[in-house]
């Protein structure tokens, strides 16, 4: 294995959202409005806009399933079993996945030098609400809230939790992405889909948003588009299959069927001119894994023959300039390589999810497995992401 005689930089941990993540800071009389618990058959449930979410078997967290319970699964499940058998095996939930002090101590046991951390129920909870764009607003403020005094945005310079920004409502975009720069953020987090607006669904790379990717450019913060319910289960829906997305629980045809939303979202970076116009904007694709890379590329490749005059240039240039990309470690790594270099790789180890590593470095193996070099190895592992620590200049 590669040697390492530095602690390494992680661009895509998580925490377990506290009991009272969204309910905190939300004003109790919104409750029935934007979210609230309720206990069914005994079990808790979050009810997001009047309506029960059972996009997680158990909202609480606890207890929770092992890190790294799937990842046999996900390196092509040789036992044969079903997916949810990996997630059978449960313990009490880990003062490390609530608590920074603790995290803090774990990562210097994994040889973690920073990461960045990103929320989980938040990554699912905008689309249950967009048919109320300002109650979204208010419940990201809300959340926001939360982050702010359990984990903080830059915690003694080691752990970096991505504030949760949803476009739904631009005014309340802005104010968070403000707040959250006067409090020393350095990424912010969100979903990549087309956002349900006042308007109706707009493209992230709409003109109406340029207020925000104008700040965005501004203060050269990094942005982060991490996987999470975009709102394609219209796709399933259109066949046959039950659109309310369920984590684990999806069929195989969701997995075969051609839709991407994070490649969707890069494309209305780059088509709709975010990027050419906003050159301090630096996007990082977290736990989309790489496969949806190459095939971007040749349509990019393509309509840049075809419709070059109205390309600023050539966009496969503009991906390579201001997109990073996590790939996940079942990829094919020598492939992501070659299209967008060593230089736009990140690790992430997506501790301490049940798909994620177990042992966060474990990750360099696949990368030797690859055949990259120690140097290149460096750069996954430590570079790419410290170079995204500060302000693109």
């Known amino acids: 294995m590669s040697d390492l005689d530095y602690p390494v930089n992680d661009f895509d941990n998580h925490y377990y959202e506290a009991i009272d993540a969204f309910t905190r800071h939300l004003d109790p009389r919104l409750g029935r409005r934007i979210i609230q618990w309720a206990e069914i058959d005994g079990r808790k449930y979050h009810v997001i806009g009047g309506k029960v979410s059972h996009a997680v078997v158990n909202p609480t967290f606890d207890p929770i399933a092992k890190a790294g319970a799937m990842s046999e699964y996900f390196r092509g499940n040789a036992s044969g079993r079903n997916p949810l058998e990996y997630l059978r095996e449960r313990e009490p939930i880990r003062s490390e996945y609530r608590d920074r002090e603790t995290r803090i101590q774990v990562m210097d046991e994994q040889g973690l030098d920073k990461v960045w951390l990103y929320p989980t129920l938040g990554m699912i909870y905008e689309q249950l609400l967009k048919h109320d764009p300002e109650g979204v607003g208010i419940m990201f403020r809300a959340f926001n809230r939360w982050l702010e005094e359990d984990w903080g945005y830059d915690y003694e310079g080691r752990i970096f939790a991505a504030p949760y920004l949803a ?227």
Not at 193 to 215: E, H, V
Not at 297 to 306: E, I, T, V
Not at 330 to 339: I, K, P
Request: glycine share 8%; hydrophobic share 45%; net charge negative.
């Open 167 to 393: 476009l739904a409502d631009l005014d309340v975009a802005v104010e968070e992405l403000e707040r959250a720069l006067s409090l020393g953020a350095r990424i912010v987090c969100m979903r990549p889909a087309a956002p349900t607006t006042i308007f109706g669904p707009l493209t992230p790379g709409d003109p109406y948003f340029d207020p925000f990717w104008a700040r965005v450019n501004e203060a050269g913060i990094t942005v982060a588009f991490h996987a999470g319910d975009a709102g394609y289960g219209f796709m399933l829906e259109q066949w046959g299959a039950d659109p309310e997305f369920q984590a684990f629980r999806i069929p195989p045809l969701f997995q075969l069927l051609a839709m991407s939303p994070i490649a969707d979202t890069v494309a209305s970076m780059i088509a709709d001119g975010v990027l050419t116009k906003h050159p301090n904007i630096r996007v990082a694709t977290i736990e989309n894994g790489a496969e949806w890379v190459a095939p971007l590329f040749g349509r990019l490749k393509k309509s840049w023959k075809m419709r070059g005059p109205q390309w600023p240039e050539d966009p496969r240039e503009t991906f390579r300039r201001q997109v990073w990309v996590s790939p996940f470690y079942e990829d094919d790594l020598e492939l992501l390589a070659s299209v967008i270099g060593v230089d736009r790789i990140l690790f992430g180890s997506d501790w301490p999810h049940a798909e994620g590593l177990a042992d966060p470095l474990s990750y360099i193996e696949d990368l030797d497995d690859a055949g990259f070099t120690q140097a290149d190895v460096d750069k996954i592992m430590y570079a790419n992401a410290a170079s995204l620590v500060q302000p693109a200049a």
